[in-house]
């Protein structure tokens, strides 16, 4: 089995909602999201004889993913009253909401089903929140 893996980082800030501590409160992140495709073979043509796929490729296909939460208040749908929301929409600061909780266990496993979706067969989605902590998500039985 060949496996590639590529990365691509934003910057951006959330909260944990319902989080008693520290992480209740806005805080930003460098957010690494580090993605491996699999397969058992090669192209074996042309321009990409001997890859699985070219490099520049898979870096482009998750940078266009994660770039547009580059930047954001990232917010979990609900967890803010109405009127903060809006008068935070109001100033002019770009808010993008969730349906789910913004950890790293979710966006490993929204990146990784954002990546199938373009196509990818995907073995691995690795989220760092920070640089020692990182949370996974993969197939079963991989
Ligand atoms: N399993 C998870 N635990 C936590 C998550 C998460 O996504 N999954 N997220 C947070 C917070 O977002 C927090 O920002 C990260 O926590 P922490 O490791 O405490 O961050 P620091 O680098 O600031 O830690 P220090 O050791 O105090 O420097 C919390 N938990
Ligand atoms: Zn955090």
């Given amino acids: 089995m060949y496996v590639l893996k590529a990365e691509h980082s934003f910057d951006s800030a959330h909260f944990l909602a319902n989080y ?4 209740g409160n806005i805080h930003g992140h460098r957010w690494r999201v580090v993605i491996e495709v699999q397969s058992e073979t090669l192209i074996e043509e042309g321009q990409l004889d001997g890859m699985v796929i070219d490099f520049g490729d898979l870096k482009r296909d998750i940078k ?6 580059d930047h954001a208040f990232i917010i979990q749908e609900g967890t803010l009253r109405k009127e903060t929301l809006q008068n935070l929409l109001d100033e002019g600061f770009r808010i993008i909401e969730l349906g789910f909780r913004p950890t790293a266990e979710n966006f490993a496993k929204f ?3 954002s990546m199938e979706k373009k196509g990818y067969n995907v073995k691995r989605a690795t989220v760092y929140e920070t640089p020692s902590n990182c949370a996974i998500y993969e197939k079963d039985g991989v």
């Avoid at 266009?64 to 939460?69: A, F, G, K, N, T």
């Fill in 111 to 113: 990146f990784f089903t």
């Fill in 64 to 69: 266009e993913l994660v770039d547009y939460y």
């Fill in 20 to 23: 008693d501590g520290k992480c």
